[in-house]
């Protein structure tokens, strides 16, 4: 084999194993669960939505905000909703509730988890959350991404 023919392959194989890297270490870390467990009308009107987060990973969130897209029984973007469900601390679930105003829990079909506006793992940096994130819902409303 040629000199120049060995570092060609020698490149394909680094970058191939750069490229899995990322995905080894999120295989590693776990998931991380989000699920509407139930939600209920508010009195005077609106919904409050009950979330359960399982931190399975082997992080604490310092910082876990999504931007929500709430959609209604027609499957029309009523309304953005941003929450902040931090702090989600290692190998623990977490109940938080969320109130979504001026909309009845039976007029909405589903919530679209449309961006993560901060996750960042306790003393480190921002990161990519959506290939950890499991989404479900045990309500009549679907949570989706």
Same mark, same amino acid.
């Given at each position: 084999?040629?000199?120049?023919?060995?570092?060609?392959?020698? /490149?394909? !194989?680094?970058?191939?194993?750069? /490229?899995?890297?990322?995905?080894?270490?999120? /295989?590693?870390?776990?998931?991380?669960? !989000?699920?509407?467990?139930?939600?209920?009308?508010?009195?005077?009107?609106?919904?409050?939505?009950? &979330?359960? &987060?399982?931190?399975?990973?082997?992080?604490? &969130?310092?910082?876990?905000?999504?931007?929500?897209?709430?959609?209604?029984?027609?499957?029309?973007?009523?309304?953005?909703? %941003?929450?902040? /469900?931090?702090?989600?601390? !290692?190998?623990?679930?977490?109940?938080?509730?969320?109130?979504?105003?001026?909309? %009845?829990?039976?007029?909405?079909?589903?919530?679209?988890?449309?961006?993560?506006?901060?996750?960042?793992?306790?003393?480190?940096?921002?990161?990519?959350?959506?290939?950890?994130?499991?989404?479900? %819902?045990? %309500?009549? !409303?679907?949570?989706?991404?």
């Amino acid at each position: 084999m040629k000199r120049w023919e060995w570092s060609i392959n020698w /490149a394909a !194989v680094l970058l191939l194993v750069l /490229a899995l890297a990322p995905a080894k270490l999120l /295989a590693e870390a776990g998931q991380l669960s !989000v699920e509407i467990n139930k939600t209920e009308e508010i009195e005077g009107g609106g919904c409050r939505a009950f &979330f359960l &987060f399982k931190n399975k990973t082997q992080k604490s &969130f310092e910082g876990f905000e999504m931007s929500l897209a709430v959609l209604d029984a027609q499957g029309i973007i009523d309304r953005l909703l %941003s929450v902040d /469900a931090a702090p989600l601390p !290692v190998q623990r679930t977490t109940l938080k509730l969320f109130e979504i105003p001026e909309i %009845s829990c039976t007029n909405i079909s589903e919530i679209l988890l449309h961006d993560m506006t901060s996750c960042r793992p306790q003393n480190e940096s921002e990161l990519d959350c959506f290939p950890l994130l499991e989404l479900s %819902s045990r %309500s009549s !409303v679907l949570l989706v991404k």
